[in-house]
């Protein structure tokens, strides 16, 4: 019996097509249902964030692989506190205005929302419920409460009320961990098709003709990421500080930093100096997404080294996939899912978070066994092909939609 095609709206308020790891989940979603012969269109209410150092203009409307993609209002989100409302206020009212417009034109039949804010859902439903359509919410991580009084707060209470009440109303769920859909089927009594889906990927993108080491004659250890202490760049550069002392040629490669507000990097090298480990850790700064798998690929260990909480329990590292991709051996922290999908020493090393002595240890059991970083390697590329590979996760995705 032939399927009925799918026509799929996606909503996303974070960058696409490219632009962090929000970005690159939506991206290879879309892809791998388009691949499936899925009619699907990404739409965008709000602008793309940038650096201030990332010169890029993003196009109000363009295509990746028959993925068409369109901004509802401003292209790029502007930088002023005037502009950055009116970027919401138009955001607001655009998806639910170019959803019915869609509907009438009989358009689509399923949303997929990157997204449980209150602010951004609420509409979502609504749509669901007056035109029966199918919804869908991606859920990639459970954001932690702010400690200060701030908008971040404000932004926290959307988030949190968001996906207490309102996700109870969608059809079908696509958490990013285990910790997740137990939050869905235990806390919050949802009985509904859920897919733990961790991320998805194109290893295509990695794989480099030639290699060149970022460091020649020094073993680089290398992080891509949000350089920040919840990804846990401060126990990396301690543990790297107590390495270097025993070990002086390894190098730290820090890719990335912080897309709004201050760059983080200088605190960061204030730990370093500190350490006298500063003249041996290279931090790049932000990077455009091409760069990445250039700088992944000159490294000869790649890591991620999280500290325990409910953001590591609840999300999974999507650096991970491209880690793989790279067939570098990686060493991780054990926290949220990893145990779930990993053995140590077999597809990585796993360290105990919080603890600067195991990462210490687990990062000289790779550095000097050439045996063991090359299982690692072979491993965690295979583990990668299987579970993430978006060409290869298609149809188990288009059969959940």
């Known amino acids: 019996m032939e399927r009925k095609k799918k026509r799929i ?60 993609y369109r901004h ?16 919401l206020i138009c955001g607001f009212f655009c998806t639910p205005f170019f959803l019915i417009i869609s509907n009438f034109r009989n358009e689509f039949d399923t949303i997929i929302s990157y997204n449980t804010h209150i602010t951004r859902i609420l509409h979502l439903i609504l ?22 009084k ?35 089927e235990t806390d919050l009594k949802i009985n509904k098709p859920i897919l733990v889906l961790p991320n998805l990927m194109d290893p295509e993108i990695f794989r480099l003709e030639t290699l060149t080491p970022f460091m020649p004659g020094k073993i680089t250890i290398g992080y891509a990421g949000t350089p920040s202490r919840k990804d846990g760049v401060v126990d990396l550069i301690n543990s790297f ?15 990335g930093d912080v897309i709004n507000g201050n760059s983080v990097i200088p605190k960061l090298k204030e730990i370093a100096i500190k350490l006298e480990c500063n003249e041996n850790i290279t931090f790049t700064g932000l990077v455009p997404f091409s760069k990445i798998p250039e700088l992944l690929n000159s490294c000869q260990v790649l890591t991620l080294t999280r500290p325990s909480g409910i953001s590591a329990e609840a999300g999974f590292p999507t650096k991970l996939g491209e880690y793989f991709a790279c067939k570098k051996p990686v060493l991780i922290s054990n926290v949220g899912d990893i145990p779930i999908y990993f053995k140590n020493e077999e597809d990585v090393i796993i360290t105990n978070p919080d603890d ?15 045996e063991l970083s ?4 072979v491993n965690g590329f295979n583990w990668m092909n299987q579970n993430l590979n978006y060409k290869n996760m298609s149809q188990k995705l288009i059969n959940f939609i």
């Open 9 to 68: 709206k996606i909503i996303t308020y974070e960058n696409f097509p490219f632009g962090g790891a929000p970005a690159n989940l939506v991206r290879y979603i879309s892809l791998a249902l388009s691949k499936e012969g899925a009619d699907v269109e990404v739409l965008m209410p709000t602008g793309n964030v940038y650096g201030k150092n990332i010169k890029l203009k993003p196009k109000k409307k363009g295509n990746v692989k028959n993925v068409i």
């Open 72 to 87: 509802l209002g401003y292209s790029k989100h502007p930088r002023n506190y005037l502009g950055k409302l009116l970027d």
């Open 127 to 148: 749509i669901k419920k007056f035109f029966n359509k199918k919804l869908i919410l991606i859920l990639p991580e459970f954001y932690e409460k702010p400690s200060s």
């Open 150 to 184: 701030s908008l971040s707060l404000i932004h926290w209470y959307d988030f949190y009320f968001g996906l207490k009440y309102l996700t109870r109303y969608a059809d079908a769920y696509i958490p990013a961990s285990h910790y997740l859909k137990r939050y869905l």
């Open 241 to 255: 500080g107590l390495l270097n002392k025993n070990h002086s040629n390894i190098h730290l490669l820090i890719i």
């Open 356 to 370: 600067i002595n195991s990462i210490v240890e687990g990062f000289e059991k790779i550095l000097f066994n050439d």
């Open 374 to 377: 090359n299982k690692l390697s």
